[in-house]
């Protein structure tokens, strides 16, 4: 592991851009490198998926190993990703830091607290939480609904006792009433952070956040309650995006990591932007599949920032398809070039919503060791057929040697084509009519059945003025649909839209299928049981 | 603001031993401290003050500007105090860094995320919460009583809606129960954190932290949830000491914050260990007036690790004398000599406890702007009068010049006389002796009455093998007494022991009198409504 101060120094970053967190984490000042660094912003690419199986399609992994292979090829590339939380290291998640050959070090730190983000964002909300029931306290001059308080309190934990709670209780303990924890990546703020072009724009975003309603009905922001200024200086270092690496030492920005279905699942802005200064190609990637990652990346976050993709890189994996295919996860390890072309109806249709977004695609097919030479010509073959670029990424075994032709590849994809890159529907088309658009041309179904109290929702925000905004849809990632069976690329199905509310500081509407979680649980044996803590401070069992 | 890597060198602190946290703060990694300096250990320095008043001490500002005093003169002086929590200081709490010219910086950073610490002790004790709740929802194999669990839940929040809380609502989501929050500082893992002398004696201390009991009622601990070495994950960092530095370049270790009342309220042992192994004095202070500090400090921190203290200095100010002499808050700007004097017996006291604790005691009359000469003089005779060195401190006006003379007679009183140290009580003293002997011996009262539940508690402990454990006394700080109005030193009460409880991993026994509160709320105008953030990313009203 080479000192991170030395990872920036080799990427462009001006030293005093750079505030150490231990020897191997750099929080990055983005103004001071925007003020030092000139040179033209680089290729934007999102790295997406074909829908998730549990096999695990490896999208995180070919990110790291992407640039890894394309700094091996020559190339300037800058990976920009997600944020793990700590919550879920303790249950079942394996960390969120790649595998094999291309993982992102030091990894027990990324895993852990890493520079602090996750905890200011938890502060910060629960800042909020607190100030409420403390205007209610001292006499509720606002007129809040006590029963219709939305905003509810965060942990970086997986406690499903904290999902419904009652607080309050007590003499002078405040106002009794029901609430609830959500989990840190699931807060308002996380999305607000990661869209937040600065510290001006996070005020803004923050301000906009309704934290519940008047007995009137009037909606409460965060601005009304005086606390958006407490909440930025909890934010202060935290908007700061952090450098970390590759095992091959390829810098790699990591920061903010939001829920992919009740926010928009793409790592922050800022980081983004800090990628495509410093790099000749800034390689990110999406939560889920393309339906959902990419579809939010380009409907929400590039909508609302003017950034765009240059090139798309979708990862397939042949498990991944015979899946689809309808083999269970327990055989998927028997060649099956059959239901492998069976399954390929799923790549086929995220291929063709990526055309249509009009982003040039190229495919990685994610090699895992027994996938057979006739599986991956199968996969191969029908990407030829369909005129898209494709080919063979072995990043996991072998780092960057096994992404160099991917690597070869996109480059020349980015020099041959050019974006065409537009958003799937405008601003001014109704709510209604933006999720149909986005349930009829990405997920392959018929149209929407909302429930009375969603169409009731989207006609309130309709006419209060928030028709404007982009929808955020909250569904299962395994199915095109709302059914995490129905595999493949189901089609003629009805949408159930259950329920709709509105991030007013993230800058969408979030557009619920039936039930999400915010508040994972632990399983029967939490990997917390399974970990040991070395003297020497090395971790077993965390990642 | 030097480069603390500077003050890292300057203190004689190996540059493998530091790891930097931005410019201006860094973890230290003691076992290297420990393997690479070797010099005898220093001189351990209590400041203590008598009891605390609204007019303010100046305590830490006293450490601080001290310590600044001694290097002046030549003398290698490192400050050990306690680290601030972030809740408070977005309620009414301005911080606890000092001021005037005697201060910490960088203040904003300290009294926020500093290096993580409390976050990571937030997770640790939420991390077992919610491992006793997915207990519970599996089947429950170790037969916990729901309701007899203690463990609750933390926050570094002041958040009064928490206190007291029913969670687990909803199908699926666990066991209904009763439940509630703490500060983090009144956290047992704080405590244990502090007490704890390295990784290893961590693991111990957590593994004997009782959560609750089973319906036999036998005693349910954090190793019997296979919770130790993950919370000790989480704590891998924390457990490092912290480096900062005053306005005049010292260097000023800062680690860990327990509650004074319901735990020992002093910074940790490693820290101060790390401050004795780096200077020729560690001037370190702890929680509220002699009678809970002090005491706390010699007979839980020193009976635990075999340090000791070689003098004290006891922290007095013109106003807390008037204000003990019952002078009310709003006249203390008045000269009263006359009330001053009756205010003397406050100080006599404490004095006398010290004294008889064996350590050689300084006073330090922190000198405030409105002090009249006549006041003063009635200070220092009435010390000289007892036969104890006292010195006037104007630290805050003037930085170390104004702390010389204080610094010259600490030096000169560490020159003269040995500590003849001793613990106040043996540990085979019954657990009712130790208290009597502390309400006796130090507060000045004639002995305890003791709740029915108390009682029984008390009973149970002693039989159930921890007697030999001390005692913490969680009283209020503003009297000898247990009724916060009787100022100066009242005499022949008895003494209400309301609640006894066990901090089996702390390694005390909590004895209240009165109801502790471990989660503050926020005042009806909170701090936090007052803050700006700057553009320039300077913070206004957070100290």
Known sequence: MKPIINIALE???????????????????????????????????????????????????TTIGLSQSLNAIGVRAIAALREPSLGPCFGMKGGATGS??????????????????????????????????????????????????????????????????????????????????????????????????????????????IIGYTYSGQPVTAADLNAVEAMTVLLRDAIKPNLVQTLEGTPVIIHGGPFANIAHGCSSVIGTRTALRLGDIAVTEAGFGAELGAEKFMNIKCRQTGLQPDAAVLVVTAKSLKYNGGIPVKELDREDVQSLQLGLVNLRRHLNNLQKSGVPVLVAINHFAGDTDAEIAAIVDECQRLGVPVELSKVWAEGSAGGAALA????????????????LYADELPLTAKIEQVITGIYGGSGAVYSPEAKRTLTELQSNGFGHLPVCMAKTPYSFSDQSKWLGAPEGFMMNISRVSLSAGAGFIVVETGNTMTMPGLPRVPAAERMTLHPDGQIEGLV
């Open 11 to 61: 990427a462009g970053i001006p030293e005093s851009a750079v505030d150490m967190y231990g020897k191997y984490k750099a929080k990055l000042d983005p103004d001071t490198i925007r003020q030092h660094v000139n040179r033209p912003d680089g290729k934007l690419v999102l790295v997406t998926a074909v829908n998730p199986t549990p096999a695990g399609e490896g999208k995180t992994l």
């Open 408 to 423: 070869r590849a996109l480059v020349h994809l980015l020099e041959s084509e050019v974006t065409q890159y537009q958003p």
């Open 100 to 209: 094999g050959q291309a993982q992102i070090i030091p990894a027990d730190e990324i895993n852990l607290h890493f520079t602090g983000d996750l905890h200011a964002i938890t502060s910060a909300h629960n800042l909020l939480a607190a100030m409420i029931d403390n205007h209610l306290y001292y006499g509720n001059a606002l007129d809040i609904h006590p029963k219709k308080i939305l905003w509810k309190r965060a942990a970086d934990m997986n406690d499903r006792g904290l999902r419904s709670i009652v607080t309050g209780i007590g003499a002078g303990n405040g106002e009794v009433r029901e609430s609830g924890y959500v989990i840190t990546s699931a807060s308002e703020v996380m999305a607000v952070l990661c869209l937040s072009e600065n510290l001006a724009d996070l005020k803004v975003r923050l301000s906009r956040i």
